[in-house]
């Protein structure tokens, strides 16, 4: 494990690598009593292909794959994992940039619970054509509401 020193801060942040690849970093917070855990993938909004392992080469998603999975991975059995962690006393969310997509959660209690609850519903997704068709009009919404935001167009406008 390697170890990263913050002298400003006068904390050490441990990194490793998980077995899939994944970099993990931890940042004990000594004194601090809410935890607080992101998994962030390199994959957002601009993203519209991905390269499996054992594959030739790229495979063409359809754009807005990335927002999907963000608010997709939130059902788990046809249950709200957001009500489970609220039962865990943690906040829930995830957000897409243009380049990543992140899933977080803070909490006081049950930080090893909330943090295989997050785990679980990012490794085990599961969807119904019913559920990616209601997720289609679920986003064609958020859109709509992007659209009417003067400072979202301003940007996209630039």
């Given at each position: 494990m390697k170890t990263i020193t913050d002298k400003t801060l006068r904390e050490t942040i441990y990194c490793a690598r998980a077995e899939c690849g994944l970099p993990v970093y931890v940042w004990p917070g000594k004194g601090l009593r809410k935890k607080f855990a992101t998994v962030?993938?390199?994959y957002g909004s601009v993203d519209n292909a991905?390269?499996?392992?054992g594959d030739d080469g790229p495979v063409e998603l359809p754009g807005g794959v990335a927002h999907f999975l963000e608010h997709r991975l939130f059902e788990i059995d046809g249950r709200d994992v957001t009500e489970r962690f609220s039962e865990l006393g943690a906040s829930v969310n995830a957000m897409t940039s243009f380049v990543e997509t992140s899933y977080f959660f803070s909490t006081t209690a049950n930080f090893d619970k909330c943090a295989g609850l997050l785990l679980g519903m990012l490794s085990r997704p599961t969807f119904t054509?019913?559920?990616?068709?209601r997720e289609k009009d679920i986003i064609a919404q958020e859109i709509m509401m992007s659209n009417d935001s003067p400072g979202w167009r301003e940007?996209?406008?630039l």
């Open positions: 962030s993938v390199a991905i390269v499996r392992p054509d019913a559920q990616v068709e940007y996209f406008g």
